[in-house]
């Protein structure tokens, strides 16, 4: 069965500072992985995302995240952090297209930036 | 392409009441999504649909919880007898599935805040 944990429920960094946010999955087939943040009172909106093309992945706003098979993670990554980047950020992972597609989340890292 | 969109974006409500949840995917998708966010929580998977057909229900989709997709367009969410417990974020997501596709991803949209009081 799919799984996401997330480690840490807040992280705190000052801003130009390095952002890591750890997620770690399960899965028991090729995991199709995201990365979404949320702002408060607002839907989810896509960061990135890891469809096996490519290890590491760049997405929106500076984030990157590299997918480790060995290490069953996921984690994201910003080098300099901003304070509109302070909110809160989902890990998920996809279950197949035969299976749905629905998406299970980890419990969320709430990140404070700051000044 | 507009978005996915949902409404109300705010509901307060009686206990016992019933409540009724809209959700406009986008246009060309064939999957349409539930979840449910709680304060603090990642969103848990409620139910989803591809074109009209309900093809899945979470066990958290009680037995007040129905949901539709009539042609495969618009859905709607409704809750009745509505519980304290039921105080939650609604989101709705959309994506274009296909098999052996390598992008499943999901388009989410602003959500609906249930107070129920």
């Known amino acids: 069965a799919q799984s996401v944990t997330q480690l840490g429920s807040h992280v705190s960094v000052s801003e130009g500072a390095l952002v890591l946010l750890r997620c770690n999955y399960s899965s028991s087939v090729p995991p199709y992985l995201f990365w979404y943040v949320q702002y408060p009172n607002q839907g989810l909106q896509l960061l990135l995302k890891y469809t096996s093309a490519a290890t590491l992945v760049k997405g929106i706003n500076g984030f990157e995240a590299e997918f480790k098979k060995s290490e069953t993670s996921f984690h994201l990554t910003k080098p300099s952090a901003h304070m509109s980047d302070a909110a809160e950020y989902f890990c998920a992972v996809s279950l197949p297209y035969n299976q749905g597609g629905k998406l299970i989340f980890g419990q969320g890292t709430e990140l404070s930036v700051k000044p | 392409d507009t978005g996915v969109s949902q409404d109300p974006r705010h509901k307060i409500t009686k206990r016992g009441q019933n409540v009724t949840f809209r959700c406009d995917p986008i246009s060309e998708h064939n999957r349409l999504y539930w979840y449910r966010q709680t304060l603090g929580q990642g969103p848990e998977f409620l139910t989803y649909f591809q074109n009209e057909a309900q093809l899945e229900k979470s066990r958290l989709l009680s037995d007040r919880f129905s949901a539709e997709r009539p042609k495969g367009s618009f859905s709607t969410l409704e809750i009745q007898r509505t519980e304290q417990g039921d105080s939650a974020m609604y989101l709705c997501?959309?994506?274009?599935?296909?098999?052996?596709?390598?992008?499943?991803?999901?388009?989410f949209g602003p959500g609906t805040r249930l107070t129920v009081t």
């Open positions: 997501a959309s994506s274009l599935a296909a098999p052996f596709a390598t992008d499943l991803e999901q388009y």
